[in-house]
């Protein structure tokens, strides 16, 4: 899915404008790549992801509750809290819904490398 249409789902189920809904999507998929750098442990990294999409994905020192997850969202994204949580959900959802957990891992892989955020693609 490329992200601008990624982006249109978030922006949809969140009811944020499309560019706030890029800005967390992008601050939601980089603090999901801070969490699950460095470490050997297999535990979900948000609080939101399901098993398949957790699989043997590695989990680092980065937050450990999804209210620390949240709190990291909103700081990167410059946006409050309830903002930050609506948007985190709706990424979460549409990536449920869009990608197979290869292609999350894939995912996850390019940001580790980008570090600056996703690209204009996602699996």
Do not use: C, I, K
């Not at 967390?24 to 980089?30: C, F, G, K, S, T």
């Not at 999350?104 to 892989?109: D, I, K, P, S, T």
């Amino acid at each position: 899915m490329r992200f601008p249409l990624f982006v249109a789902a978030v922006s949809r189920r969140s009811g944020l404008p499309s560019d706030q809904a890029a800005t967390v999507a992008r601050a939601v998929l980089d603090t999901v790549v801070e969490r699950m750098a460095g470490a050997a442990t297999t535990a979900d990294p948000t609080g939101y992801l399901p098993d398949e999409l957790t699989g043997d994905l590695p989990t680092g020192s980065g937050p450990s509750r999804p209210v620390e997850f949240l709190r990291r969202v909103a700081h990167r994204a410059g946006v409050d809290g309830p903002t930050a949580s609506a948007g985190t959900e709706a990424v979460f959802a549409t990536l449920r819904e869009t990608v197979t957990v290869d292609e999350f891992r894939h995912l996850v892989a390019q940001l580790r490398s980008a570090r600056s955020g996703p690209g204009e693609n996602l699996p």
